[in-house]
């Protein structure tokens, strides 16, 4: 329990200061990074899918739960995309904030996901961890670049997303916090995030594939992604009361 404690929090600790990350990698050439991007959007895809219906959904049993994670995601950027265009004109700055708002639930929800994870086992915190990393590197880049576009410096705006993955810490605490029998909808909303986050976000970055080699190295990819969640679980594996 103790290592797995110990897990958590460095878990927590990284996912925290993984914008500073993002910040680094907007040093690379464009043609490089995009490569990088969409390479990481394929291999998280898989990761994600694969974390979600093989690990977290047969730890939960709760179906139920996990249909309301993809309607609360659907519904929290449902209402961020009306605020930025809802009358037809967008308004990238007052956007920046309202995507600050929806990071900061991110990051919360980010925390939970976490200690619930990790709360069933260290197989399980640790292919949280990974899913989310990987989903978060390619979206603390698309973060700053918003903050940027919309008005802000480069300093204050990796200032704001520290501050909003600061969240976590408090998410994770919640979860630890909760009831042991809260422990199976919580697992069962965080596969309906995860989900929904691969499908709706990641999954149509992937669409402008134009030529059967490409579609092979994306798919090729994802399922790389998915077969480490699988050796993950191997390497890891625990017993099931």
């Known amino acids: 329990m103790v290592e797995v404690s110990y897990a958590l929090w460095l878990s927590v600790l990284v996912l925290i200061l993984l914008p500073l990350a993002g910040a ?10 995009e490569r990088l991007l969409r390479a990481l959007v394929a291999f998280a895809s898989g990761a994600m899918l694969a974390t979600a219906l093989l690990k ?11 249909l ?21 004109t967008c308004e990238v700055h007052s956007f920046s904030y309202m995507m600050l708002v929806a990071q900061s639930l991110h990051s919360f929800i980010h925390g939970a ?4 994870s990790y709360a ?11 899913a989310i990393l990987l989903h978060q590197i390619a979206q603390e880049m698309s ?7 919309g008005g802000f410096s480069k300093v204050r705006a990796l200032g704001y997303l ?3 993955s600061c969240l976590a810490l408090p998410g994770a605490a919640a979860a630890l916090l909760a009831p042991p029998e809260a422990l199976p909808p919580v697992l069962g909303f965080a596969a309906g995030a995860l989900i929904y986050i691969a499908v ?36 890891f594996k625990h017993p099931h009361p």
């Open 56 to 66: 977290l959904l047969p730890e939960s049993n709760a179906h139920a739960y996990a």
């Open 113 to 116: 996901v976490l200690a619930a």
């Open 143 to 149: 973060n700053l670049g918003v903050l940027v576009y």
């Open 24 to 33: 680094a990698l907007l040093c690379m050439s464009s043609r490089l990074l």
């Open 68 to 88: 309301a994670g993809v309607m609360v995601l659907f519904l929290m950027e449902g209402l961020i995309s009306w605020h930025h265009c809802h009358d037809g």
């Open 200 to 235: 709706s976000d990641l999954m149509p970055e992937l669409r402008g594939e134009r030529n059967p080699g490409g579609i092979l190295r994306v798919a090729m990819l994802m399922l790389l992604g998915i077969a480490l969640v699988q050796a993950l679980g191997m390497f």
């Open 162 to 164: 520290l501050l909003t």
């Open 120 to 130: 069933v086992s260290f197989e399980l915190g640790a292919l949280a961890t990974l």
